[in-house]
């Protein structure tokens, strides 16, 4: 903003320029009569007022200029602002939400679960920050069950709830189903370009069909019950290192981009590779196959390196489909 004496200044400088035009209009016309002296005249304060015109538009191209930067600093600080009570909300939102998932009662812990993925939906870089969180509650030991809940096995078997801490089983199967939801390519809630760390996680009845995941590591990790991996898409190397698989294990058209390390895992039940594709190959180093293991038409090369089977498997020869 200008000084009101810089104004007070420029008005006398118009003022002084107007009168020396003036006097030089009366000067150069040599001639004193009435009509010229007024033609003088009205030249002179023409000049003055073009001259006062032009200050008084540059003072308002100024002021102009002065208020949308007032405006742009003021929104600016508006935005900051915002962003920084949005933040401070999502920070609130998170910790309660963590907090809950310590709590004693199981339908907090739920609750927690569904405030942290209800988070997630609504901010897209918190995401992978939540996905940790979800897989740092599964790596938690629990009381697990001896065998899955589903299929025929659980039906002629039904197994007395002492054998296990069915509250947080429950509280768990959630936490597995948020991330299947999330990681799954046709689901209207599919975030991409997360990975996942559930490394020595003891996981029931396990489902990441249709899923597609940059890192994965599940190595030492045990799985109660089937597990189903069909179709799923795993961007980087993964890893299976001394993995446990209880039951049935179908990983048929999955996709290891980078491929897979199963050494020194167990699979206690069916192993399925069928029309599984790698770039990089898969090591079944000192894999225990303890039942049948199906790998037709698989495209990737494989390495069975103190392998044991139960059943002597049909291998493709690489490169065929």
């Given at each position: 903003m200008?000084?009101w004496r810089w104004?007070?200044?420029t008005a006398?400088?118009?003022?002084?320029?107007?009168?020396?035009?003036l006097w030089l209009?009366?000067a150069?016309?040599?001639r004193?009569?009435?009509?010229?002296r007024?033609?003088?005249v009205k030249?002179?304060?023409g000049a003055?007022?073009?001259?006062?015109?032009?200050?008084?538009l540059w003072?308002?191209?100024?002021?102009?200029?002065?208020?949308?930067?007032?405006?742009?600093e003021?929104?600016?600080?508006a935005s900051?602002t915002?962003r920084?009570?949005?933040e401070r909300r999502?920070?609130?939102?998170?910790?309660?939400?963590v907090e809950?998932?310590?709590n004693?009662?199981?339908?907090?812990?739920?609750g927690g679960?569904?405030?942290?993925?209800?988070?997630?939906?609504?901010n897209?870089r918190?995401?992978?920050?939540?996905v940790?969180?979800?897989?740092a509650?599964?790596r938690?030991?629990f009381k697990?069950?001896?065998?899955?809940?589903?299929?025929?096995?659980?039906v002629?078997?039904?197994?007395?709830?002492d054998d296990?801490?069915?509250p947080?089983?429950?509280?768990?199967?959630?936490a597995?189903?948020l991330?299947?939801i999330?990681l799954?390519?046709?689901?209207?809630?599919?975030?991409?370009?997360?990975s996942?760390?559930?490394?020595?996680?003891?996981?029931?009845?396990?489902r990441?069909?249709g899923?597609?995941?940059?890192?994965?590591?599940?190595?030492?990790a045990?799985?109660?019950g089937?597990?189903?991996?069909?179709?799923t898409t795993?961007a980087e190397?993964?890893?299976?290192?001394?993995?446990?698989?209880?039951?049935?294990?179908?990983?048929?058209?999955?996709?290891?981009?980078?491929g897979?390390?199963?050494?020194?895992?167990?699979?206690e039940?069916?192993?399925?590779?069928?029309?599984?594709?790698s770039?990089g190959?898969?090591r079944?180093?000192?894999t225990?196959?303890a039942?049948e293991a199906?790998f037709?038409r698989?495209?990737?090369e494989f390495?069975?390196e103190g392998?044991?089977?139960?059943?002597?498997?049909?291998?493709?020869h690489?490169?065929?489909r």
């Open positions: 200008l000084k104004i007070a200044v006398v400088v118009v003022a002084a320029v107007t009168g020396a035009l209009f009366l150069w016309s040599g004193p009569d009435a009509p010229v007024i033609d003088a030249t002179a304060f003055g007022a073009g001259a006062g015109g032009v200050f008084a003072l308002a191209t100024r002021r102009q200029r002065t208020l949308e930067l007032q405006l742009a003021t929104t600016r600080v900051v915002e920084d009570l949005e999502v920070t609130e939102l998170y910790t309660k939400a809950q998932l310590g004693d009662k199981a339908p907090v812990r739920l679960l569904y405030a942290l993925e209800r988070l997630g939906q609504d897209p918190q995401r992978q920050t939540i940790n969180v979800l897989c509650y599964l938690m030991p697990e069950p001896k065998e899955g809940l589903r299929g025929a096995d659980a002629q078997r039904p197994q007395n709830n296990y801490d069915a947080e089983l429950q509280v768990r199967l959630a597995q189903e991330l299947k999330h799954q390519r046709e689901h209207p809630a599919f975030w991409p370009g997360m996942i760390d559930l490394q020595r996680a003891t996981l029931v009845d396990f990441l069909s899923c597609e995941v940059v890192v994965a590591d599940f190595s030492h045990r799985f109660v089937s597990v189903h991996m069909r179709g795993f190397k993964t890893g299976f290192y001394g993995t446990v698989f209880t039951s049935l294990a179908n990983f048929d058209r999955s996709v290891f981009t980078e897979a390390y199963f050494s020194w895992a167990r699979f039940g069916v192993a399925r590779f069928a029309r599984t594709r770039e190959g898969m079944f180093h000192h225990n196959f039942a199906v037709e698989s495209t990737h390495d069975f392998a044991t089977f139960a059943v002597e498997p049909d291998l493709p690489p490169g065929t």
